[in-house]
């Protein structure tokens, strides 16, 4: 199994950026998607979650500002982030899962500078 994620990189506060996770390995349809993110020093924290039909969950940190999404037909899901702040920074991670099936991707890094 794996899960990629890119799209990350140094943005201005304010800014906005597309993260992608794309997966293989899986049979994406089943899965649902999430994502996560640790800054340094602190605990990963989750961030968004989509499930297999479609339905969204969002941290309260990011409501209104990211949006999750999901292709299946690529095997990938998407996490778009708009109105970022520094305290958005840190290595994003995606993950899947189903039933007991879990896993978690090698994480890209977002940097949000004021």
């Given amino acids: 199994v794996q ?3 890119s799209g990350g990189g140094l943005v201005q506060a304010g800014g906005s950026l597309r993260l ?3 997966a293989s390995g899986i049979t994406f349809g089943y899965y649902a998607m999430g994502w996560y993110r640790q800054a340094p020093g602190e ?3 989750w961030v968004a979650r989509i499930s297999r039909y479609g ?3 969002y941290a309260d940190s990011v409501k209104g500002r990211f949006t999750i999404s999901r292709d299946n037909a ?3 899901v998407y996490l778009q ?3 970022l702040e520094p305290e958005d920074s840190g290595v994003y991670y995606c993950n899947s899962r189903w039933g007991t099936n879990d896993y ?3 994480g890209t890094q977002v ?3 004021s």
Avoid: H, W, Y
């Fill in 74 to 76: 690529k095997n990938t």
């Fill in 111 to 113: 940097t949000v500078s």
């Fill in 55 to 57: 339905i969204t969950d």
């Fill in 20 to 22: 992608s996770c794309a």
């Fill in 3 to 5: 899960l990629q994620a």
């Fill in 81 to 83: 982030m708009s109105s």
């Fill in 104 to 106: 978690r991707g090698q």
């Fill in 43 to 45: 605990e990963r924290e």
